[in-house]
């Protein structure tokens, strides 16, 4: 899953693909490096970001959607929590939600369960502004697991079938560095939940933390992230770089035995 972030406040790439046509060539080209999904994304979550209207949501996250989905024939995800922007996004041509608050804002789940897209549900404790103040867990993974088991069992109480749904553990979203390096070791138990995973790392603060790299520097530890995610039963990584991390997952699957990615 490649990341486009149409926020012009956004840490990593602030601004980069704000401007429509930018946004477009840059998930014209992750599709080109391997992605199988581009996941658009309106409304910053960063730790203590001022949150957005639904209504400017909407104007950064629709036109390019609808552009994309016209140029690609990659299936594009909508990073939001807001039911009105699920529905216009959808309508759009995205074909999946990701949402960081696990349909838990009002009427998100009704709005999901409607659209009958596949969702992502994340684990985020307590909200951006205060999630890193001192979060605490009795076991981090048994914690989390229960959560998104207790979500699950929302969803599909909502209508929303068990073959439609992601589960992410939401690295960095409530977590401190110890947190988020347990979670990766342990993340073949989230495999219990008997759905998809999807690991979120990519030049996230805990690299910057582990290593002391500025956001700028983070590509290369992100690739060893994300191939220790699948190994440890990922089924999806959200990345902004496609082309690097495509490359180390096919070179894992051509070791591992998948025959269709080796090119002799
Ligand atoms: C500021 C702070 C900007 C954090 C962006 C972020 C995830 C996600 C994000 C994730 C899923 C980032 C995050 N992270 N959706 N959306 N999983 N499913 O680093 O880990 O991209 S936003």
Redesign the pocket.
């Known amino acids: 899953?490649g990341?486009l972030?149409v926020?012009p406040?956004?840490?990593?790439d602030g601004g980069v693909f704000f401007d429509r046509a930018e946004a477009v060539a840059g998930a014209v080209r992750m599709a080109q490096e391997g992605a199988a999904i581009i996941?658009v994304?309106g409304e910053?979550?960063?730790?203590g970001?001022r949150p957005v209207s639904v209504q400017e949501e909407l104007d950064r996250v629709v036109p390019v959607i609808e552009a994309i989905a016209k140029e690609i024939a990659v299936p594009v995800s909508v990073?939001t929590s807001k039911p009105e922007v699920m529905r216009a996004a959808v309508a759009a041509g995205a074909g999946f939600i990701?949402?960081?608050l696990a349909l838990r804002a009002d009427g998100a789940l009704e709005a999901a369960a409607a659209l009958a897209t596949p969702v992502?549900l994340?684990h985020m404790l307590g909200e951006?502004r205060t999630m890193q103040d001192n979060p605490r867990y009795d076991d981090v993974v048994n914690d989390i697991r229960a959560f998104l088991e207790a979500r699950i069992a929302a969803c599909v109480a909502a209508g929303i079938a068990r073959v439609r749904i992601?589960v992410?553990?939401?690295?960095?979203?409530g977590k401190t560095l110890e947190h988020n390096l347990e979670l990766l070791r342990r993340l073949k138990e989230f495999a219990a939940l008997g759905v998809p995973v999807?690991?979120?790392?990519?030049?996230?603060?805990m690299i910057g933390k582990a290593l002391g790299l500025p956001v700028g520097r983070r590509a290369h530890a992100s690739v060893a992230l994300a191939l220790l995610a699948v190994q440890n039963g990922a089924q999806i990584v959200?990345v902004?770089d496609v082309g690097p991390t495509v490359e180390a997952l096919r070179m894992y699957a051509a070791v591992y035995g998948d025959k269709e990615n080796r090119q002799d």
């Open positions: 899953m990341i972030n926020t406040d956004s840490f990593s996941d994304g910053s979550t960063r730790p970001a990073d990701n949402d960081v992502c994340m951006p992601v992410d553990p939401g690295f960095g979203f999807l690991a979120g790392l990519s030049r996230k603060s959200r902004h």
